[in-house]
């Protein structure tokens, strides 16, 4: 097996926490299923299929000084990007606590401007002319940033993701798109989505640098995407990227898959979920030993049994806080 | 004080603005080189830069969204609709973006950004450059709607819109841009954001408007003073969150209340206004609340006799006022 990360500049260490937070974020989604089945919270929206490429991600961007707009599967992104798991668990209860929303919204709406994090709604891509209008404001103010903007492929054929790529081309802003496609906008696969190959394809109508890549290892997802960071840096402008991914759950607690794809194509996708693709690859190596992985498994389990504990005993924001902060309250 | 046009208070207030705070830039179609269609943003480009006066793709979820994500990163922008007509595309944008930002996150985020829209008919514009576009927002909390009528309230609010730490339509009539002028201080002024303007005091009718209408009234007004019929003119200027105070003194100054928009009737900001007339005023009313609007037909034609007709005049504010005041 060749060592890939240590071309690519990775410590054993980086890895393993690479590995450490998809695990993370896996667990936290299997957890929430749970507590969904158990009637305990209403609703649950998985990122499963997805990690690799959200971890690889966010590992390739600048996680002290870069602005960005996840999308509502963004789990694996979010812990990468500081959000802990206590903090998803109170959203995903939606309890007052939560930094992102305080309950308001549904689970998996981030937002959290201590982190960087614009806070978007649920008709999807309105957050991708967002996230241009951070780079177009960097770009004024001369920061030296990067945007980065996550949607699924359904979502590459809003008006808004059109009108976002094309004044991020026209204006040559430092925005990253990543479209994660899982091959699936609830329903309706591929093939009554897109007429092109790729999603990436449409770069080219912008006069930006596209590129697909393979969505199970956060390695690749890694290098797409400090290449796309690297010249944003430079000044040459967007870039429009495309993970290769697959969604493992129903589009969320309250889909039936099995409506409209069959059990095999599931069982097949999981041969090659990159939490498990990744594992191996770093057992193969002998980085990923059964010591840690037992360390691993343990600690994050415990982690997540006492956020859900926390979480499920935090209050729901004061019901009168409904009438607060439609617009700025001035003392 | 000096004597500038409804257009010219716009770009005062732009320029004075950009000068006052380096985060307020503006964007839309043709603003930068051209001026904007209107030349509401003439000299600007010259002024400040391609950079600040920005030239945008004809596109305007983006214009709206890209603005949005500005001002989240803590710039001021101004962006410009070329006609309110054409904001429809960025209504998502608006309603479900600028407008619930701070509410979503909780007031952990915010959208200080100004829309600027140029709205109304009397310039042969068709069914698609003379709308009033205002109903349509006025029903979504986390928004501010101004609609103001003289160069005086169009520099004062202009500015405060930019300043205000929410998202604020800006209405613009595009009729008045040029005919109407009007006195403006020298020194610097800032008017609320919210509150309405008694433009002229009376005692016998009461005339709640906003927007060409105040002048409408005005001229109305003043003719009917000569037959002994004093009318009170309250100008909204805010249409939404709407004034409701001033709205309920002005309703009980004289008991009988003429609403006018140019809009068309149903559902209209005005039938809001009446609503607040009702549940406020029963014991103070002689006459019942009366409404002047354009008919419940889509948009004014542009064939000239049609539009005319479709529009509201002076004389038809006259014949309004005066059936209240005999009633």
């Given at each position: 097996m060749e060592n890939r990360h240590h071309a690519l500049g990775f410590s054993d260490q980086d890895v393993l926490k690479m590995y450490d937070i998809m695990l993370t974020a896996r667990r936290v989604d299997e957890r929430l299923w749970l507590l969904n089945r158990a009637g305990k919270i209403p609703f649950v929206v998985s990122c499963q299929g997805q990690e690799a490429a959200q971890v690889g991600a966010a590992f390739a961007l600048n996680r002290e000084k870069d602005y960005v707009a996840p999308y509502y599967r963004d789990y694996g992104f979010v812990l990468?990007?500081?959000?802990?798991?206590?903090?998803?668990?109170?959203n995903n209860f939606a309890r007052g606590?939560?930094?992102?929303?305080?309950?308001?919204?549904?689970?998996?709406?981030?937002g959290y401007k201590k982190l960087r994090m614009l806070s978007h709604s649920s008709p999807v891509t309105t957050q991708n002319p967002h996230a241009v209008g951070v780079a177009l404001a960097a770009k004024l103010k001369g920061d030296d940033i990067v945007s980065f903007v996550t949607f699924g492929e359904g979502s590459a054929n809003q008006g808004d993701f059109h009108e976002a790529a094309n004044f991020a081309g026209v204006h040559k802003l430092p925005v990253i798109f990543m479209c994660e496609n899982n091959h699936y906008a609830i329903s309706v696969g591929l093939k009554h989505q897109l007429s092109c190959d790729y999603v990436s394809d449409r770069a080219k109508g912008y006069g930006m640098f596209g590129k697909t890549f393979d969505g199970n290892d956060p390695l690749a997802a890694y290098l797409a995407v400090k290449e796309a960071a690297d010249r944003a840096h430079r000044g040459e402008g967007p870039s429009l990227l495309e993970a290769n991914c697959y969604r493992l759950t129903p589009h969320t607690s309250d889909d039936n898959d099995m409506t409209y794809r069959t059990k095999a194509e599931v069982e097949e996708a999981?041969?090659?979920?990159?939490?498990?693709?990744?594992?191996?690859?770093?057992r193969e190596l002998g980085v990923l030993t059964p010591e840690r992985e037992k360390e691993m498994e343990e600690r994050i389990r415990k982690e997540i049994d006492e956020a859900t504990d926390y979480a499920e005993k935090a209050p729901f924001a004061d019901p009168m806080t409904v009438l607060r902060y439609v617009y700025e309250e001035k003392d | 004080m000096a004597v500038i046009s409804y257009i010219e208070a716009v770009t005062q207030a732009l320029k004075e603005e950009m000068e006052r705070d380096e985060n307020v830039f503006v964007m839309g179609e043709d603003v930068g080189k051209r001026g904007g269609v209107f030349q509401a943003t003439k000299g600007l480009y010259d002024e400040f830069g391609e950079k600040r006066v920005i030239d945008t793709p004809l596109a305007e979820s983006a214009i709206v969204g890209v603005g949005i994500g500005a001002a989240m990163y803590g710039l001021r922008p101004v962006a410009e609709m070329q006609f309110a007509d054409f904001m429809l595309p960025a209504t998502n944008q608006i309603i479900s973006e600028a407008a619930k930002t701070r509410y979503r996150s909780n007031n952990d985020w915010s959208v200080p950004l100004t829309i600027r829209a140029p709205y109304g008919g009397g310039v042969h514009g068709g069914l698609y450059h003379s709308q009033s576009m205002e109903a349509i927002f006025a029903n979504v909390p986390g928004l501010k709607i101004v609609m103001p009528s003289t160069p005086y309230d169009v520099k004062g609010l202009l500015k405060a819109s930019i300043r205000d730490n929410d998202p604020v339509i800006f209405f613009e009539h595009k009729r008045a841009y040029r005919l109407i002028k009007g006195e403006?201080?020298?020194?610097?002024?800032?008017?609320?954001?919210g509150k309405a303007d008694v433009k002229r005091d009376g005692d016998d009718v009461t005339v709640i408007t906003y927007g060409l209408a105040v002048h409408f009234a005005l001229q109305a007004a003043e003719k009917l003073a000569g037959e002994g019929i004093s009318t009170q003119i309250l100008d909204l200027r805010t249409v939404y969150p709407l004034d409701k105070e001033a709205i309920i003194a002005?309703?009980?100054?004289?008991g009988k209340v003429l609403l006018v928009t140019e809009d068309t009737k149903e559902g209209s900001v005005i039938s809001e206004v009446a609503a607040i007339i009702a549940e406020n005023c029963l014991f103070d009313l002689d006459a019942p609340v009366k409404r002047l609007a354009a008919p419940d037909a889509p948009a004014m034609p542009f064939a000239a006799p049609l539009e005319k007709t479709f529009l509201l005049n002076p004389e038809k504010l006259e014949q309004a006022i005066r059936d209240l005041a005999e009633f």
């Amino acid at each position: 097996m060749e060592n890939r990360h240590h071309a690519l500049g990775f410590s054993d260490q980086d890895v393993l926490k690479m590995y450490d937070i998809m695990l993370t974020a896996r667990r936290v989604d299997e957890r929430l299923w749970l507590l969904n089945r158990a009637g305990k919270i209403p609703f649950v929206v998985s990122c499963q299929g997805q990690e690799a490429a959200q971890v690889g991600a966010a590992f390739a961007l600048n996680r002290e000084k870069d602005y960005v707009a996840p999308y509502y599967r963004d789990y694996g992104f979010v812990l990468a990007w500081g959000m802990t798991v206590r903090e998803m668990m109170l959203n995903n209860f939606a309890r007052g606590e939560d930094p992102n929303s305080a309950g308001r919204q549904m689970p998996g709406h981030f937002g959290y401007k201590k982190l960087r994090m614009l806070s978007h709604s649920s008709p999807v891509t309105t957050q991708n002319p967002h996230a241009v209008g951070v780079a177009l404001a960097a770009k004024l103010k001369g920061d030296d940033i990067v945007s980065f903007v996550t949607f699924g492929e359904g979502s590459a054929n809003q008006g808004d993701f059109h009108e976002a790529a094309n004044f991020a081309g026209v204006h040559k802003l430092p925005v990253i798109f990543m479209c994660e496609n899982n091959h699936y906008a609830i329903s309706v696969g591929l093939k009554h989505q897109l007429s092109c190959d790729y999603v990436s394809d449409r770069a080219k109508g912008y006069g930006m640098f596209g590129k697909t890549f393979d969505g199970n290892d956060p390695l690749a997802a890694y290098l797409a995407v400090k290449e796309a960071a690297d010249r944003a840096h430079r000044g040459e402008g967007p870039s429009l990227l495309e993970a290769n991914c697959y969604r493992l759950t129903p589009h969320t607690s309250d889909d039936n898959d099995m409506t409209y794809r069959t059990k095999a194509e599931v069982e097949e996708a999981k041969k090659h979920d990159g939490v498990l693709t990744f594992a191996a690859y770093l057992r193969e190596l002998g980085v990923l030993t059964p010591e840690r992985e037992k360390e691993m498994e343990e600690r994050i389990r415990k982690e997540i049994d006492e956020a859900t504990d926390y979480a499920e005993k935090a209050p729901f924001a004061d019901p009168m806080t409904v009438l607060r902060y439609v617009y700025e309250e001035k003392d | 004080m000096a004597v500038i046009s409804y257009i010219e208070a716009v770009t005062q207030a732009l320029k004075e603005e950009m000068e006052r705070d380096e985060n307020v830039f503006v964007m839309g179609e043709d603003v930068g080189k051209r001026g904007g269609v209107f030349q509401a943003t003439k000299g600007l480009y010259d002024e400040f830069g391609e950079k600040r006066v920005i030239d945008t793709p004809l596109a305007e979820s983006a214009i709206v969204g890209v603005g949005i994500g500005a001002a989240m990163y803590g710039l001021r922008p101004v962006a410009e609709m070329q006609f309110a007509d054409f904001m429809l595309p960025a209504t998502n944008q608006i309603i479900s973006e600028a407008a619930k930002t701070r509410y979503r996150s909780n007031n952990d985020w915010s959208v200080p950004l100004t829309i600027r829209a140029p709205y109304g008919g009397g310039v042969h514009g068709g069914l698609y450059h003379s709308q009033s576009m205002e109903a349509i927002f006025a029903n979504v909390p986390g928004l501010k709607i101004v609609m103001p009528s003289t160069p005086y309230d169009v520099k004062g609010l202009l500015k405060a819109s930019i300043r205000d730490n929410d998202p604020v339509i800006f209405f613009e009539h595009k009729r008045a841009y040029r005919l109407i002028k009007g006195e403006v201080p020298d020194e610097e002024y800032v008017l609320p954001i919210g509150k309405a303007d008694v433009k002229r005091d009376g005692d016998d009718v009461t005339v709640i408007t906003y927007g060409l209408a105040v002048h409408f009234a005005l001229q109305a007004a003043e003719k009917l003073a000569g037959e002994g019929i004093s009318t009170q003119i309250l100008d909204l200027r805010t249409v939404y969150p709407l004034d409701k105070e001033a709205i309920i003194a002005a309703a009980q100054k004289t008991g009988k209340v003429l609403l006018v928009t140019e809009d068309t009737k149903e559902g209209s900001v005005i039938s809001e206004v009446a609503a607040i007339i009702a549940e406020n005023c029963l014991f103070d009313l002689d006459a019942p609340v009366k409404r002047l609007a354009a008919p419940d037909a889509p948009a004014m034609p542009f064939a000239a006799p049609l539009e005319k007709t479709f529009l509201l005049n002076p004389e038809k504010l006259e014949q309004a006022i005066r059936d209240l005041a005999e009633f």
